[in-house]
C-alpha cells in the first residue's frame, strides 16, 4: 500500500489500524531492510510513480483490484517485509470468489504465497530428542509450540515434564522488534523474552530476569522442514556457556 501512494492515515483507515501502529511497521520494515525513509522504502517496492499521487479516502478501487495490487507488491518487495505478506493468503481469496484470475495473476499470488511460507517454517510444535541429553539431568518430555498471528506477533509455548514427573509451561507474545515482554507460567529463572528473526528459518529468543539477561537461545529449521537445533548461550556463571540440543516437528 505503500508503494501504490497511500499515506501513513489512509493505510490506517484501510487497514483498520491506528496511525501509530502503522508507523511502527513502517519503522520496523526499515530497520530490516535498512531504508532510510519511507519514500525510499517505496522505491525500492517498484511503486515510486504512484507514491507521487495524493491518494482520495473515497477512491472506488474495489476491494479485490487493492488485494491484487498488495499481493503483487509483496511479490516485488524485499523479504523483510514480513507484514505485506501476511496479506496474501487472504488476497488470494478474494480473488478466487470474486472473479477468475488471469495465469500471470496466479502465478504472482503462488510465488507470494511460498514466499510467505517461507517466513513461517519455524511455525508448529517442536518436540525436544531427550535421548541426547545426559541421562542424569534428562526431562521426560520437552515440546515447543511456536504460532504467528495475523498482527506479525508471535506466541511461544513451552512445556516440560521434568524427570520427577511434575510440569513446567512458560508462554508468550511478542514482535519479532527484539522488545521484551513479559512471561506467564511457573518457570521461576525466566520473566521476560525478546524476539528477532534474521532469517526465515531462524528465531533469535533473549530471556532475561528482573532485567539481566539469562541466556539467548537461536532456533534454526534445518533444509528437510522437520529438524531444527536450538543453541543456548547461557549469561549466568554457574551455568554452561554453550550447548546445542535438537528437536523434530510433531505438528
Not at 49 to 68: F, M, Y
Not at 119 to 133: C, E, N, P
Request: glycine share 6%; aromatic share 4%.
Amino acid at each position: 500500500m505503500l508503494a501504490a501512494g497511500h499515506t501513513v492515515k489512509t493505510i490506517a483507515v484501510r487497514l483498520g489500524r491506528s496511525e501509530t501502529s502503522i508507523n511502527e511497521r513502517l519503522r520496523t520494515a526499515r530497520r530490516k531492510t535498512g531504508i532510510g525513509s519511507s519514500r525510499e522504502l517505496a522505491r525500492l517496492l517498484d511503486g515510486q510513480e504512484n507514491c507521487d499521487k495524493n491518494i482520495d479516502l473515497s477512491t472506488r478501487n474495489s476491494p479485490v483490484n487493492s488485494l491484487a495490487q498488495t499481493a503483487a507488491i509483496g511479490v516485488r518487495g524485499s523479504k523483510g517485509m514480513t507484514v505485506m505478506f501476511i496479506a496474501i493468503p487472504l488476497a488470494t481469496v478474494g480473488l478466487i470468489v470474486a472473479a477468475a484470475p488471469s495465469v500471470h495473476q496466479v502465478a504472482t499470488l503462488a510465488t507470494a504465497y511460498s514466499a510467505a511460507s517461507e517466513q513461517l517454517l519455524l511455525v508448529g510444535s517442536w518436540s525436544l530428542d531427550v535421548s541426547r541429553l545426559p541421562e542424569n539431568e534428562r526431562p521426560q518430555q520437552v515440546t515447543m509450540t511456536f504460532r504467528a498471528s495475523q498482527d506479525g506477533k508471535w506466541t511461544t509455548l513451552v512445556e516440560i515434564v521434568t524427570p520427577d514427573g511434575s510440569s513446567r509451561h512458560a508462554e508468550s507474545t511478542a514482535a519479532l522488534d527484539g522488545i521484551p515482554v513479559p512471561i506467564t507460567g511457573n518457570m521461576d529463572f525466566i520473566d521476560t523474552v525478546a524476539l528477532r528473526q534474521p532469517a526465515p528459518n531462524t528465531l533469535v529468543m533473549t530471556l532475561g530476569k528482573d532485567g539481566a539477561r539469562v541466556a539467548t537461545r537461536v532456533y534454526t529449521v534445518a533444509k528437510d522442514r522437520e529438524s531444527m537445533t536450538e543453541t543456548i548461550v547461557w549469561a549466568v556463571d554457574n551455568l554452561p556457556k554453550l550447548e546445542t540440543t535438537y528437536f523434530k516437528r510433531i505438528g
